[in-house]
Structures are given as structure tokens and as C-alpha cells.
């Protein structure tokens, strides 16, 4: 018998020549979310991804755009339901642990829910990954406010007006970083739950790239921070600038000072121009201040548009 409380719940699985995994990962959330549909989004698959997912269970669906941001964004688009459950298709998650985080994210009235990685495998969370996501993590928290200690979890749980209220600029890995910022910008409810963590099986390869992600990640927080905190941004701009006007200009002070004059006049108009053009800046940030205020109240009207999920009753009972 079919159970109907999680009726209404999405499990979407990005995927990319996942051929040796992804038949576990839909087989266990069947399983763990009886009644819930699992759609797997492949991504120009080489292998056999796509036929073992449709033997599985799931429906399948193509994304030609390459990229998980632009898997995600068709994912958000495309599937209509209650609660989605987003994870990635290469079973190093513990699918068991899904029912208790869409309980939780319903009975709580919460939009999003982090699955937090936890392991004791080296190979599994390797040592330079941590510390990336460790450094990411404090740069959204330091510009952003409170975060999430594992940012960077490919296991999420959302609610319908999270997933119709995402703008998904985003096309690779660094989608993860929108997703927290989102949810920051518009101070929704959140939690972050830990959950094991595994290895890959023999024959599945990770798609990251630790140097080149890591940089296209940083470069999104460096972008979501221009865009989202403009007022901040430019103003830093403005400080650099005014100072280094300053500096360059005490010299030439002194000199006229002692001596009445002037005598390096490149140095002085260099002054000038840092100065005008941070004060460009100030001018930019405040302006875009403004408008940012607006397209966040336009978000929140969108986001607010929508119900939150409803309770769930609890596996237990």
C-alpha cells in the first residue's frame, strides 16, 4: 500500500554518467519516501545512466545545457510538488535519513534543510575539501550573516515556495553557493541536520574539480555580493580609493607646505582621479542599493505568494 503522506514529495537527481549508482540512489528513496516520485535529470550521460534510471523507477528527463546549475534550474522549473528532495546521484547519501528530513522541514514550517555531511572515510570527504568548504563557508557567513557549516551538501531538502522562488543564475557547482545565499538574503527558515556520508562505489568517478570549482565558487560569492550587497561592495571600492588618494598625497602636502609649491604634478592629479573615482564608486553603490532594495521586496512577494508545506505526521506514529 502506497503511503500518502509523502504523496506530494519531488526526490530530483542531477545526474552525469552516473551508470554505477544511480539505480541504488532511486531504489533507496523509493524506499525511504514510499509514495513520492523520484525524477532523475541527466545531463548528457555518455553511459548507461539513462536506461538503468527508468528501470529503476524514476522518471527521466534531459537537460542538454551542461552543468548541475543548469540541471537545477530545470529541475525548479519543471517539477510541480509539495517538498522536493534534491540529492546527487552518486549514492555517498544516506537515503534513510530523507523521511525524517521532510518531516522536519514540514512539521517546522521550514523552507530549506541541509543535510550535513558527516564521515570518518578519508576518501569519502578528503582533507582538501574540508578545508574549502570550510574557507567558502566563512566568506558567505562573513558577507551574508549566519550560514550553514556545510554549504556545499549536494542533500537538501525544499519547500514549493523555496523552489518557485529561486532566480538560479547559476550553471556548475557553485549553484550550491546560490541556493544558501537565497535562503540568507530572504531570511527564511532553515535547519542543517548531520547525516552519514560514504564513499563512491568501485567505477564511480567525482565530476569536481577541487581548484577550478573552488574558484568558479568564489568568484559566485565575490558576484552574489556585488549583486545582492551593493551598497557594501562598491563602498569598499571608495575606501581603497580614498585611501590610497591620501597617502599618495601627504607627501605632496608636506612639500607645499615647506616650500609652496607643487613640484610633482603627476602624483597630484593621480590623487584627484582616485578620488573622483572612488567617489564614482560611493555614488554606484548607493544607487544600486536602492534598486537591490526593490528586486529583494519583489522576491519576497513571490516567496510569500506561496503556502508553506503542511504538517506531516511523524514516521512513528
Known sequence: MIDSKFARVAVLVPCYNEAATIAAVVRDFLAALPGAAVYVFDNNSSDETVSIAKAAGAVVRHVPLQGKGNVIRRMFADVDADIYVMVDGDDTYDATEAGKLVELLANDGLDMVVAARVTEETEAYRPGHRLGNFV?????????????????????????????????????????????????????????????????????????????????????????????????????GFFVCALLSVILAVPLFE??????????????????????????????????DTVTRGRAEMKRLAYLSMASPAPIASSAE
Open 136 to 236: 567558502l563557508t566563512q566568506c558567505v557567513a562573513t558577507l551574508f550573516g549566519r550560514t550553514f557549516k556545510d554549504m556545499l551538501s549536494g542533500y537538501r531538502v525544499f519547500s514549493r515556495r523555496y523552489v518557485k522562488s529561486f532566480p538560479a543564475h547559476s550553471a556548475g557547482f557553485e549553484t550550491e553557493t546560490e541556493l544558501a545565499v537565497h535562503a540568507l538574503e530572504l531570511r527564511m527558515p532553515v535547519a542543517e541536520v548531520k547525516t552519514a556520508y560514504k564513499s563512491r562505489p568501485e567505477g564511480s568517478e567525482s565530476k569536481l574539480n577541487t581548484y577550478r570549482d573552488g574558484f568558479r565558487i568564489l568568484m559566485t560569492i565575490a558576484k552574489l555580493f556585488k549583486s545582492e550587497k551593493p551598497l557594501a561592495f562598491f563602498s569598499l
Open 255 to 288: 612639500t607645499y607646505f615647506e616650500s609652496g609649491l607643487v613640484p610633482r604634478m603627476p602624483t597630484a592629479l593621480l590623487c584627484v582621479a582616485l578620488m573622483l573615482f572612488g567617489a564614482l564608486l560611493l555614488v554606484c553603490g548607493i544607487v544600486l
